[in-house]
C-alpha cells in the first residue's frame, strides 16, 4: 500500500493545478493517472480560456454572460468565484511560462467567443490546452511531486454508513497497467478526483477513447449524487468522419456556416438574427440539425464552416492548427474549401457534486474539472468557460484538501436541506441488473460491522478489487465489451442527444437495462496481466452504462427546454417548475432522483432569469 | 527486448528539403507548401489505394505481436489483419477494429484520435508515425505496424518510455524566469513568440528519440525532444538572467549533448508537429559556441 495526504486522480488539467496547490500548501501530493499526465485530454483544447483581464471587463461582466450563458442553472456563488478567481489563475500560469499569443504591446491576446460579451478568450494559437497541460505539468515536475502515471484507478475506498454524507474517504485502489499489480493508495487526507469527461457514452464525440467518465460513476457508487446529468453539450463544428473538434476560435475570427443552398442560415433562416454564428453552442447545434433534417445539409449529415475570406495570414497566424486538423483527418485545405462540419458530444455540464471548494458529501472526498458539477455551467456551458473552471476549481479542491485556509462554502451538498424528490415514472426500474462482472462498490454492503480504521477500509477495498479482476480473468467464455460499448453509443447517440423526444429516452433506458444484463456475462479475452487493455476497457464500459443511464433519466424527468436539454413535447423553458438541479444518487443498487433549488443570489445581486436570445 | 529497425522504406515523404532549403520563404510557408506537396502526392496514392480498395475491399496490416507473460506470444511474431477499408480510415481506425472485432489482446496506446496526445507514435511501414493521423490510403499494402525502435517493448505495440521521459526531465524542463511582476502578465514580444511557438508543440510522442541512430548508440544522448524543449525555455525572453542562460546551456553542452548530434535530420522528418528539430539543435550549438567566447 502506498500512502501520501493528498491523492489526486487523474493528471489533466484540473488534477495537475489541484496536486500543485496542495503541495503548495505543504501537503505530501501524489498523482495517479492512467495516462501520463501529457496525454491527458486538457492537450486537445484548442480555442481557449476566459478570464477578465482587461480595462472595460470585470468579474461581474464575465458573472453575468455565465449565468445567462447557463440559461440560469448555474449557481452564482461558485458562478461568482469562477469569474473572480480566474484573472489571477490565468496570470499565475503566465507566470509560469505558458506560451500565449501576443498584442503588438507584448500583452496576453484575448479574442471573442460565443455568448460573450467581451473578448476575453485568451488562448495560445489554436492549441490552448495543449500549452496550459504542458505548462502544469513541467510545474509539477519543478516542484517534484509524485507521479504514478499508467495506473488505473478502480474505485475510492469508503466507510460504510448508511447515510452518505456520514461516509468518510481514505483513498483509492488501482491497477498498475504495466504489471497487473494491484495496489492500495491511502490519502490521510483526501483524495481528488480529477479523471475528466465521459464522453465515450456517445459515438460521436470530441473527446478522447480515454474520456470514459471513470470518476464519475467511482463517486456515484460511492454515495456522491450526480448532479445534472441530462445537459450535455454538442459542440456545432466537429468534423463528420472523426469528430475532431474545429475550435469555435474559428467562428470568433469570423467563420461562416451556410447550407446545401449556399445560405447563411444563422441568420437566413432566423436562428440568431444578432449573435448568428457566434450564438451559443447549443442554438447553433440544433440550427444545423434542423437544416440537415429539413434536407439543406450535405449528403443528409453535414454543413459547411468556410473561414477562407479571413485571408491566409490571419488564418495562419491564430487558427493554423485547424488547417491541419481540416487536412490531416478529412483531406481538407481550409484556406480553399469550406470544411464540413457537424455536430458532436463534447462536454458534460453535469458532473460529480461538488461545493465550490470542490468537496462532495463524503468527507475528504473531492472532485473537479469537467468530472465536477460545480455548477458553473448550469444547462449550457460558454466557450472558454472549461479551462478556467479546472485551474480555479483545481486550486481550490487542493488547498481544500490539503487543510489550506479556504473560505467555507455557500452551496449545499447531498441529501440534506432544501430536496424534494422524484416520482416520474421509469420505463424500468434502472440500474437494477448488471451486478455481475461489474461488481458493485464494496460500500456498505458488508452488511457487519461498520470499520472506521482507515487502513482497514483500503485493504478491505483492494481485496474487492482484485477478487472482482480475478473473476473478471477467470471467465472463459462470454460477451466482448467492446459489443456492449458499441449498443450503448448507439442508443444514447439516437436517442438521448441534440433533440429528445420522450419515447426515445425511454427506449434508451430500456435500451440500458438489456445492456447491463448482457454485461453480466461480459468476459475479458486477454488472460495476460501485462498492460491487459481489454481488461481495463471492460471496466471503464461497466462505468460508461451508470453513467448514460443518470444522463437518460435526467434527460426523462426534466420535462422543459432549456439549455442544451431540448425536448420536443416541451418546447419552453419552465422558470415555475424547473430552476432547480436533477440530481441522482445510488441508493442500495438503485438510482433515486431528487432536486435541488438553483441558488440564483450573488454577492451583491440576484440573476433574474431573462430569455436567452441571441 | 528491442525491435531491430528494418530498412527504411522508400516513403516519399522527405521533409528534409524543405529545412534545409535556404530560401526566404517563412517556416510557415515551407509547412504550408510541404503540406500540398505531399497532398498532391496523398491524392494519386489515395485514389490508387482506394481502387485497390473497391477491388479488395479489405486493408491487409502485419502487425507485431509480443507478450512476456502469455504462451505462444512470447516470441516475438506478426499477425495479419483484414480489415475492411472505408475512406478516411487511419492506421489507428484500423488497429481499433482489429482490436474490436477479431483480437481483444491486441494491444496499443491510444487516446485522442486527434494528435495531441503523442501516445501513438509507432513504426509503420519503416517509419517513425503517429497512427492516428496517418491516413490508410497513404501507405502501400500490407500495411507493417511495429512499435517504435529503440525502446523495450512492453507488450505488443506499446514500449516502454520511461528512458524518454528521463531525457526530458533532465533538461529541467520548465520555466525558471524571475521577473515576473505581481499580478500582471510579464511581457512577450511577437516575435519572441514566433521564435519558440514551434518549439512548444512537442507532445512528448518519442517518434524523433526513436528515429535517432546517435539516441540508438548512446544511451545517454539527450536527444532531439528534451533539446528542444531546452531550446523552447533557453529561447523565451520572459527567462533572461544571463546565470540561468549558462545554466541551461551547460547541461546542453554536457558531454551527451548537443555536440552529439550529427545533423542527420531523420527526428525533424520524422516529427508529426513538423517541429524544426536539427535546426533547434544547431541553433544552440552556435549559443554554445558563442558563450565560450564570451566566458573563456
Ligand atoms: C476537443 C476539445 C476542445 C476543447 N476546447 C476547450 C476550450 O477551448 N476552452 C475551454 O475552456 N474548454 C475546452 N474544452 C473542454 C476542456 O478542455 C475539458 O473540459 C477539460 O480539459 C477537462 O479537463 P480535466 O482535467 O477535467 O480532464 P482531462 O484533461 O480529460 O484529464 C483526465 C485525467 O484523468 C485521468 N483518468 C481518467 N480516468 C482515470 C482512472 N480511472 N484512473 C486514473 N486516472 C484516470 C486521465 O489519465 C487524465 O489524466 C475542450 C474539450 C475538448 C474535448
Ligand atoms: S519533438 Fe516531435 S517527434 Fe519528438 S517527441 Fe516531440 S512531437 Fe514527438
Ligand atoms: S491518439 Fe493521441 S496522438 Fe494519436
Known amino acids: 500500500m502506498y500512502e501520501h495526504d493528498v491523492i489526486v486522480v487523474g493528471g489533466g488539467g484540473a488534477g495537475l493545478r489541484a496536486a500543485i496547490a496542495a503541495h503548495e500548501e505543504g501537503a505530501d501530493v501524489a498523482i495517479v493517472t492512467k495516462l501520463h499526465p501529457v496525454r491527458s485530454h486538457t492537450g486537445a483544447a484548442e480555442g481557449g480560456i476566459n478570464a477578465a483581464l ?59 467567443f460565443g455568448g460573450l460579451s467581451f473578448p476575453r478568450t485568451t488562448y495560445a494559437g489554436a492549441e490552448t490546452g495543449h500549452h496550459l497541460l504542458h505548462t502544469m505539468y513541467e510545474q509539477v515536475v519543478k516542484r517534484g511531486i509524485e507521479v504514478y502515471d499508467e495506473w488505473f484507478v478502480q474505485d475510492v475506498a469508503v466507510t460504510d454508513e448508511d447515510d452518505p454524507s456520514e461516509r468518510s474517504c481514505h483513498g483509492v485502489v488501482g491497477i498498475d497497467v504495466k504489471t497487473g499489480d494491484i495496489q492500495g493508495f491511502k490519502a490521510n487526507d483526501g483524495v481528488i478526483l480529477a479523471t475528466g469527461g465521459p464522453g465515450q457514452a456517445f459515438d460521436h464525440t470530441t473527446n478522447a477513447v480515454a474520456n470514459t467518465g471513470d470518476g464519475y460513476a467511482i463517486a456515484y457508487r460511492a454515495g456522491v449524487p450526480l448532479e445534472d446529468m441530462e445537459f450535455v453539450q454538442f459542440h456545432p ?18 467563420g461562416i456556416l451556410y447550407n446545401a443552398d449556399g445560405e447563411r442560415f444563422m441568420f437566413e433562416h432566423g436562428y440568431a438574427n444578432n449573435e448568428g454564428e457566434l450564438a451559443s453552442r447549443d442554438v447553433v447545434s440544433r440550427a444545423e440539425l434542423t437544416e440537415v433534417n429539413e434536407g439543406r445539409g450535405f449528403e443528409d449529415e453535414y454543413v459547411m464552416l468556410d473561414m477562407r475570406h479571413l485571408g491566409e495570414e490571419r488564418i495562419l497566424d491564430r487558427l493554423e492548427n485547424i488547417l491541419h486538423l481540416a487536412e490531416d483527418f478529412e483531406g481538407v485545405d481550409g484556406l480553399k474549401e469550406p470544411m464540413p462540419v457537424k455536430p458532436g458530444q463534447h462536454y458534460q455540464m453535469g458532473g460529480v457534486e461538488t461545493d465550490e471548494n470542490g468537496h462532495t458529501c463524503i468527507d475528504g472526498l473531492y472532485a473537479a474539472g469537467e468530472t465536477a458539477c460545480v455548477s458553473v455551467h448550469g444547462a449550457n456551458r460558454l466557450g472558454g468557460n472549461a479551462l478556467p473552471e479546472l485551474i480555479v476549481f483545481g486550486a481550490r479542491a487542493g488547498v481544500h484538501a490539503a487543510g489550506g485556509d479556504i473560505e467555507d462554502a455557500k452551496i449545499e451538498t447531498g441529501e440534506r436541506g432544501n430536496i424534494e424528490y422524484d416520482d416520474t415514472e421509469m420505463p424500468v426500474q434502472p440500474g437494477e441488473a448488471g451486478i455481475g462482472a461489474g461488481g458493485e462498490a464494496s460500500t456498505a454492503t458488508d452488511g457487519g460491522a461498520v470499520t472506521q480504521d482507515a487502513t482497514a477500509v483500503v485493504e478491505r477495498e483492494v481485496e474487492a478489487q482484485r477478487e472482482r479482476v480475478e473473476e473478471m480473468l477467470s471467465r472463459e467464455d462470454g460477451v466482448k465489451h467492446s459489443q456492449i460499448r458499441a449498443r450503448l453509443q448507439k442508443t444514447m447517440t439516437q436517442n438521448v442527444n441534440v433533440f429528445r423526444e420522450e419515447e426515445g429516452v425511454r427506449q434508451a433506458l430500456r435500451d440500458i437495462r438489456d445492456i447491463r444484463e448482457a454485461y453480466e456475462d461480459v468476459y475479458v479475452e486477454d488472460p495476460s496481466r501485462t498492460f491487459n487493455t481489454d481488461l481495463q476497457h471492460t471496466i471503464e464500459t461497466r462505468n460508461l452504462i451508470d453513467i448514460a443511464e443518470t444522463i437518460a433519466m435526467g434527460a426523462l424527468v426534466r420535462d422543459e427546454f432549456r439549455g442544451a436539454h431540448w425536448r420536443k413535447e416541451h418546447q419552453e423553458r419552465k422558470d415555475d417548475e424547473w430552476l432547480k438541479h436533477t440530481l441522482i444518487a445510488w441508493h442500495d443498487g438503485e438510482p433515486e432522483v431528487f432536486f435541488r433549488p438553483v441558488i440564483l443570489e450573488g454577492q451583491n445581486k440576484t440573476y433574474e432569469p431573462k430569455e436567452r436570445s441571441y | 527486448m528491442s525491435t531491430q529497425v528494418p530498412e527504411q522504406e522508400g516513403e516519399a515523404e522527405s521533409s528534409a528539403d524543405a529545412e534545409t532549403d535556404a530560401s526566404v520563404e517563412s517556416p510557415q510557408e515551407q509547412r504550408m507548401a510541404k503540406k500540398a506537396t505531399d497532398r498532391a502526392y496523398r491524392d494519386a496514392q489515395k485514389k490508387a489505394q482506394e481502387e485497390i480498395a473497391a477491388a479488395e475491399e479489405a486493408v491487409r496490416m502485419k502487425v507485431f505481436r509480443y507478450d512476456p507473460e502469455v504462451e505462444g506470444k512470447q516470441e516475438p511474431r506478426f499477425d495479419e489483419f483484414h480489415v475492411p477499408f472505408e475512406k478516411g480510415m487511419t492506421v489507428l481506425d484500423a488497429l481499433m477494429y482489429a482490436r474490436d472485432h477479431y483480437d481483444p489482446s491486441l494491444t496499443f496506446r491510444h487516446s485522442c484520435r486527434q494528435a495531441v496526445c503523442g501516445s501513438d507514435a509507432m513504426f ?85 528519440m526513436s528515429s535517432c541512430n546517435i539516441a540508438a548508440g548512446d544511451n545517454e544522448y539527450l536527444g532531439p525532444a528534451a533539446i528542444n524543449k531546452a531550446y523552447r525555455f533557453y529561447m523565451d525572453e520572459r527567462e533572461d538572467e544571463a546565470e540561468l542562460e549558462e545554466h541551461r546551456l551547460r547541461i546542453l553542452e554536457q558531454e551527451h549533448g548537443v555536440w552529439r548530434c550529427q545533423t542527420q535530420f531523420s527526428c525533424t522528418e520524422v516529427c508529426p508537429k513538423d517541429i524544426p528539430l536539427t535546426e533547434h539543435i544547431q541553433e544552440l550549438k552556435r549559443e554554445a559556441v558563442k558563450s565560450n567566447l564570451k566566458f573563456w
Not at chain 1, 463528420?240 to 469570423?254: A, F, H, K, N
Open chain 1, 54 to 112: 482587461r480595462e472595460g471587463d470585470d468579474w461581474e461582466l464575465h458573472a453575468y454572460d455565465t449565468m445567462k450563458g447557463s440559461d440560469y442553472l448555474a449557481d452564482a456563488p461558485a458562478v461568482e468565484t469562477l469569474a473572480q478567481d480566474s484573472p489571477e489563475e490565468v496570470i499565475n500560469i503566465e507566470h509560469w511560462g505558458m506560451p500565449f499569443s501576443r498584442e503588438d504591446d507584448g500583452t496576453v491576446s484575448q479574442r471573442p
Open chain 2, 124 to 208: 509503420v511501414n519503416g517509419q517513425q508515425r503517429l497512427c492516428c493521423k496517418t491516413q490508410m490510403s497513404d501507405l502501400e499494402w500490407p500495411v507493417r505496424v511495429e512499435p517504435l525502435p529503440h525502446q523495450d517493448v512492453v507488450k505488443d505495440l506499446v514500449v516502454d518510455m520511461q528512458h524518454f521521459y528521463d531525457q526530458m526531465h533532465s533538461v529541467e524542463p520548465y520555466f525558471q524566469g524571475e521577473n515576473a511582476p505581481d499580478g500582471e502578465e510579464q511581457k512577450q514580444t511577437r516575435e519572441n513568440r514566433e521564435k519558440i511557438k514551434m518549439s512548444t508543440r512537442c507532445i512528448w510522442c518519442g517518434a524523433c
Open chain 1, 237 to 254: 463544428t466537429t468534423l463528420p468522419s472523426t469528430g475532431v473538434l474545429i475550435s469555435e476560435g474559428v467562428r470568433g475570427e469570423g
